[in-house]
Antibody, heavy 123, light 106 residues
Framework: QGQLVESGGGVVQPGGSLRLSCSGS????????MHWVRQAPGKGLEWLSF????????YYADSVKGRFSISRDNSKNTVYLQMNSLRVEDTAVYYC????????????????WGKGTTVTVSS | EVVLTQSPATLSLSPGERATLSCRAS??????LAWYQQKPGQAPRLLIY???DRATGVPARFSGGGSGTDFTLIISSLEPEDFAVYYC????????FGGGTKIEIK
């Protein structure tokens, strides 16, 4: 079972930026696609973004397309989520998650999850 | 975008009872559906993928079924640790989750 640890959350004003990081261990990080998912207070889960194991493809939810950007550094076992033009409605716990299958077998199911990092957008 | 509708929103049951949760897709997703369990203050946990395959370490009391637009998650006999919120998720981009079903103690 892989371990994932998110960091970088905090309080930011509307219109501001944050970069979240997710560090993986206990598995071959460079072999797996990685997701970002968020959960607003008292609400359900919302998928945000996915990046393939080799950075060859990335996908976004419409709600964050053009504002958020996913990237990864396999030499550091880390995936990032750059969040720009933040809105009050982006307030949530942000989770990173590892895809169930590795390499070219992306299946877009999320097997391992971090504990999350909290982002609060408020003036 | 595929919209997933879960029902009921809340299920009030006692330990030992059978739980049947439903997830309906706005268009066919074949068997490309997963179920997750989330307890308060915790991250979600993958239970079922490809509609009916149990993830590693998931007890046999959890089973999934269905294809196309209608899916079910069955917990054959509720254990105390099963009282939680359950989400379905389909895997075509953009990935989407259902709104969740909370199983509470009756």
């Amino acid at each position: 079972q892989g371990q994932l640890v998110e960091s970088g959350g905090g309080v930011v004003q509307p219109g501001g930026s944050l970069r979240l990081s997710c560090s993986g261990s206990g598995f071959t990080f460079s072999a797996y696609g990685m997701h970002w998912v968020r959960q607003a207070p008292g609400k359900g889960l919302e998928w945000l973004s996915f990046m393939r194991y080799d950075s060859s493809a990335r996908y976004y939810a419409d709600s964050v397309k053009g504002r958020f950007s996913i990237s990864r550094d396999n030499s550091k076992n880390t995936v990032y989520l750059q969040m720009n033009s933040l809105r009050v409605e982006d307030t949530a716990v942000y989770y990173c998650a590892k895809d169930l299958r590795g390499y070219n077998y992306d299946c877009h199911y999320m097997e391992d999850w971090g504990k999350g990092t909290t982002v609060t957008v408020s003036s | 975008e595929v919209v997933l509708t879960q029902s009921p929103a809340t299920l009030s049951l006692s330990p030992g009872e059978r739980a049947t949760l439903s997830c309906r897709a706005s268009q066919s997703v074949s068997s490309d559906l997963a179920w997750y369990q989330q307890k308060p203050g915790q991250a979600p946990r993958l239970l079922i993928y490809d509609a009916s395959d149990r993830a590693t370490g998931v007890p046999a009391r959890f089973s999934g079924g269905g294809s196309g637009t209608d899916f079910t998650l069955i917990i054959s006999s509720l254990e105390p640790e099963d009282f939680a919120v359950y989400y379905c998720q389909q895997r075509s981009s953009p990935l989407t989750f259902g709104g969740g079903t909370k199983i509470e103690i009756k």
